[in-house]
């Protein structure tokens, strides 16, 4: 049996105390120790939003690598998934796979009955939590929309001025090059790579994810 642990941050994340890739994979491997699994794998996807299964290579790799006996282990419910779907879809696949789930942060463990039933209810709730952040959060900025204010976080490529957006000349920079090696074929992580081994750095003097590229160019298409 082997455990197969599995971390992910969004650029969001990387701000927040406890979540970074390292501290996650750290208590994982903690876990595997105490419970008796010598061989643990780690699979990462580092810059990529949960909000959907389709375009997390590392987490397809996890499950395939996931095999009859062996679990699942994640620092918390929300690095696996962000909605109920996405969570329950892979409850399923590691059913049929005779594997277990655990998340460390919840103290889910699929191996018991009780397990099963709390890991479902967690994941409705998860997903009620989230909408009703969302609900407010769109709330929020339609209030401050009517009062013709900027409102919402400084795109790339702009400084706030008061009320007011101007473009910021050194991010422009960054988002001419990326469309350049965008239209020269490039895919979104060997253009985060360049741009970070430029020197260049992203909003709050953050590194450069192919998440970030791909937020970057959708909203200059915008």
């Not at 120790?33 to 790799?61: P, Q």
């Not at 400084?154 to 910021?168: H, M, S």
């Not at 020269?184 to 192919?210: L, T, V």
């Amino acid at each position: 049996m082997k455990a197969v642990g599995y971390v992910r941050v969004s650029t969001e994340d990387q701000s927040r105390e406890g979540v970074s890739l390292e501290a996650q994979e750290a208590k994982i491997r903690a876990w595997a120790d105490l419970n008796g699994y010598d061989e643990v794998v780690i699979f990462t996807d580092a810059g990529i939003s949960g909000s959907s299964m389709d375009k997390r290579e590392a987490l397809h790799d996890a499950l395939d690598a996931v095999g009859k006996g062996d679990v699942l282990v994640v620092y918390a419910l929300s690095r696996l998934a962000r909605s109920t779907k996405d969570t329950l879809e892979i409850a399923d696949m590691l059913m049929e796979k005779s594997a277990d789930l655990v998340s460390l942060s919840e103290k889910v463990d699929t191996t018991t009955a009780a397990g099963k039933m709390v890991f479902r209810m967690l994941a409705v709730l998860n997903e009620f939590e989230r909408d009703q952040i969302a609900e407010r959060t769109r709330m929020a900025l339609a209030y401050k929309k009517s009062q013709g204010r900027v409102f919402g976080q400084v795109p790339y490529g702009f400084r706030r001025e008061g009320d007011i957006l101007v473009v910021d000349e050194a991010e422009e920079e960054a988002i001419q090059l990326i469309l350049q090696l965008r239209q020269e074929g490039w895919n979104y992580s060997k253009i985060a790579r360049h741009m970070n081994e430029m020197g260049y750095k992203s909003k709050c003097n953050r590194e450069y994810y192919p998440q970030t590229v791909k937020d970057i160019l959708q909203r200059r298409a915008a």
